[in-house]
């Protein structure tokens, strides 16, 4: 066989590179979906604060001072 003979080309679904370039993005974009629902169907629910015992007042006054930079 001669070295600058060209090989036969074969189609693109036939090498096994071309499953790896298209496979690991489907699977990227399958597994973010599947979290994405995982996510939206488990949603924990949210908690109103209400700082009416005195044990509570200090932090929620601090962690509403820290969001608003000093501003009351």
Known sequence: MNPRQALPR???WR??????VLGLPLVAVA???SLVAVAV???DE???PTAQQA????ALEGRNHAAT????
Do not use: C, D, H
């Not at 090498?15 to 790896?20: E, P, V």
């Open 10 to 12: 074969q189609p693109w």
């Open 15 to 20: 090498t096994s590179f071309m499953y790896l």
């Open 31 to 33: 597994g973010s979906l």
């Open 41 to 43: 169907n488990n949603a």
């Open 46 to 48: 949210v908690i109103k």
């Open 55 to 58: 044990p509570e007042r200090p």
């Open 69 to 72: 930079g000093g501003k009351k």
